[in-house]
């Protein structure tokens, strides 16, 4: 099934050059701005945008609709949007692994899945030492194979975008060996472990705390030599009053691309981060996102999965691999 879609998807009917929604807070932002790229809507309609993915092969980027229990996908050659697949376990956070194949945290089911090349499902992990996980969210892939991802109770919260729940294990962080399949915690210490990504060099994993006090946070640690634990948890990123980080990746220069934005206007985009920490961009959107990955032939164009809205921009940077 098909979904024709304005180009400008119910938004503005024409861009200005160089866009406004993108803007330099510090002069290091500068080298990343395409004078004549804007800000486009490729799609509207979701309830909730999630986890968008790229496709490089088939030229496609799937994302998912957590509260419609489905997930989209849009064709870069047409621009034709149609739903990729229906009744998923209510699907957040999505990547690829290093053979290619789509991995996604499911809210419903309480599971990291794989699916294969012939369209079969494999469950990588549903339970933690006999008890199930609250409702995974978002996933990266390492270069050793190994897949990270975080589980907060968000989905347990109610029947929206998952099923009304007790939680059985606490909120952490997980790793699932890529060659045994074997899953270890490596972070419990994280309140509402959300978005995820490593540093180019994969030597620093961040991890978004959602629910942290008094203000929300993007945590460092370093990665242990032998690239299956963490240590030395620090505070990378304080987002301050009103800052809502959210899903992330990870340029080839260190610089964090975040969602970003809950409540006022002001807040609602993509805010850059250099490898220091400090803010130096922002993608004004006019709906709060949620996550983010980067695509296209060059993996320059930045994907933003926002609200109701999936939208995109070119940029002078490329999106690490396998993020």
Known sequence: MSTDTPASAGWRPYPRYPDPAIESLDPRFDQYKIFSAAVERLYTGCRWAEGPVWFGDGRYLLWSDIPNNKMMKWEEETGAVSVYRHSTDFPNGNTRDRQGRLITCEHAGRRVTRTEY????TVLMDNWQGKRLNSPNDVVVKSDGSIWFTDPPFGLLGNYEGIRAESEVGQ???????ASGEASLVADDVLGPN???FSPDESI????ESRGQPTRKILAFDVAGDGRSIANKRVHIDAGPGGTPDGMRCDVDGNLWCGWGMGTPELDGVLV???????????ALPERCANVCFGGVRRNRLFMAASQSVYAVYVNTQGVAGG
């Open 118 to 121: 012939d369209g079969s499902v």
């Open 172 to 178: 952490a962080v997980y790793r699932i060996d890529g």
């Open 195 to 197: 978005g995820l990504c």
């Open 205 to 208: 994993l961040y991890v978004v």
């Open 273 to 283: 981060f250099a490898p220091d920490g400090a803010k130096i961009g922002r993608i």
